[in-house]
């Protein structure tokens, strides 16, 4: 079974009363009453690896909510983590990742390794989600399931 990472937008406002109620969190995701979401599959390891944390880590996190916790990000933080991510090129994530040790124990790290255009293509989605979400103004969850 693989461990996907996940990315839902929501309001600053159901952010600030999901911090205050982390039950809130479960429904949100659970009826799917967000504004839109994507996921990076399990790229999410090598993605980490490649981008010095930047996308994945961010945000409060709260170990009680869904199956493995979940980080709440800010509209604020997301500004700031869109205008990190939007440094990055698919060239560069491309050259970091023909960089790493075949010997790493990064999460998949094989697969991508062989299929480059698989993780530009979560690359992407993960940029596009938080382009979309800063230009909105919203906040966001990701969570891992």
């Given at each position: 079974?693989?461990?996907?990472?996940?990315?839902?937008a929501?309001?600053?406002?159901?952010?600030?009363?999901?911090?205050?109620?982390?039950?809130?969190?479960?429904?949100?995701?659970?009826?799917?009453?967000?504004?839109?979401?994507?996921?990076?599959?399990?790229?999410?390891?090598?993605?980490?690896?490649?981008?010095?944390g930047?996308?994945?880590?961010?945000?409060?996190?709260?170990?009680?909510?869904?199956?493995?916790?979940?980080?709440?990000?800010?509209?604020?933080?997301?500004?700031?983590?869109?205008?990190?991510?939007?440094?990055?090129?698919?060239?560069?994530?491309s050259?970091?990742?023909?960089?790493?040790?075949?010997?790493?124990?990064?999460?998949?790290?094989?697969?991508?390794?062989?299929?480059?255009?698989?993780?530009?293509?979560?690359?992407?989605?993960?940029?596009?989600?938080?382009?979309?979400?800063?230009?909105?103004?919203?906040?966001?969850?990701?969570?891992?399931?």
């Amino acid at each position: 079974m693989s461990m996907n990472l996940f990315f839902v937008a929501c309001t600053q406002n159901e952010l600030n009363e999901m911090v205050e109620n982390h039950e809130l969190i479960d429904g949100m995701v659970e009826s799917e009453s967000y504004a839109f979401a994507t996921d990076v599959e399990t790229a999410w390891d090598v993605l980490r690896n490649i981008l010095g944390g930047a996308g994945i880590e961010a945000g409060q996190y709260i170990d009680d909510a869904l199956f493995n916790g979940c980080s709440l990000i800010s509209s604020d933080e997301v500004k700031v983590q869109a205008g990190k991510l939007s440094k990055w090129s698919n060239e560069t994530v491309s050259e970091c990742l023909r960089g790493i040790s075949k010997d790493s124990d990064l999460y998949h790290l094989e697969a991508f390794q062989g299929a480059e255009e698989y993780l530009l293509d979560q690359f992407e989605k993960m940029v596009a989600f938080y382009k979309e979400a800063a230009e909105k103004g919203l906040a966001a969850i990701s969570y891992a399931a």
